[in-house]
């Protein structure tokens, strides 16, 4: 089966300001993204990637656009069912405001247990991005065999719980897992098993330099929505 190469989308104005995007519409990449989204062609160099699929959200196609720009005549999609998590009535609030929400707490400790005000539950999220995936496999090993290599971008919280899948984890783990703007996770899928081929690989280390600012935001919690990574 194909191995599937997920992009976090590039770092975008809603990360910077520290608000939980959701499906808000108009929330594009900040300069940083921008930055991350051109170097995208090179770190993929050589990859044949056989089929780009995106989120729909205006970052995720933002991030894609340098690679398809790069690559004339790659195929690309568009798919629903990778699109962030919706959020609901926490869409467009501010992460230091939710920190305060009664249900935060269930949302870092017990994610299988939440349905968002207004929106979807993550085990609908973490459902509906597995089924795609599956699906996606499918077809990309239907029309390009069982060694291809296929591009998803999509959002934090759906390539972690991607990923929590993969790993065989149940989703009340998956906040232990980070995937920063622009990483790379890949997955291999074979005939039995999943393999868990790189992890949020953004080629630089800098998140783990020590950081003069990081006890005034520092929080034993993962950021809902995946967080705007290194500084």
């Not at 790659?74 to 926490?90: A, F, V």
């Not at 919280?157 to 906040?175: P, R, Y």
Request: charged content about 20%; glycine content about 10%; hydrophobic content about 40%.
């Amino acid at each position: 089966m194909p191995t599937l190469i997920l992009v976090r989308h590039g770092r975008s104005t809603a990360n910077t300001a520290g608000v939980l995007a959701g499906r808000a519409p108009g929330v594009a990449l900040d300069e940083r993204g921008a930055r991350q989204a051109a170097a995208l062609p090179a770190r993929l160099a050589g990859i044949p990637v056989a089929t780009v699929v995106s989120s729909p959200l205006q970052r995720c196609r933002e991030t894609v656009a340098p690679l398809l720009a790069a690559r004339p005549g790659l195929p690309s999609h568009t798919e629903e069912r990778i699109q962030e998590c919706d959020y609901g009535d926490w869409s467009g609030r501010k992460l230091s405001e939710l920190s305060d929400e009664p249900l935060m707490a269930v949302v870092q400790q017990h994610p299988s247990a939440v349905t968002f005000p207004g929106g979807e539950s993550m085990r609908g999220m973490q459902a509906r991005a597995v089924d795609a995936v599956r699906d996606w496999n499918d077809r990309i090993e239907a029309a390009y065999g069982t060694d291809a290599v296929y591009l998803m971008c999509s959002h934090g919280d759906i390539i972690k719980s991607l990923v929590a899948d993969a790993l065989g984890l149940h989703l009340d783990l998956f906040q232990r897992i980070t995937v920063a703007p622009c990483s790379v996770t890949a997955i291999r899928y074979t005939a039995v098993r999943p393999v868990l081929l790189r992890l949020g690989d953004t080629g630089e280390l800098g998140a783990l330099a020590p950081r003069e600012d990081r006890a005034a935001d520092a929080s034993p919690d993962t950021a809902v929505g995946g967080g705007a990574g290194a500084p």
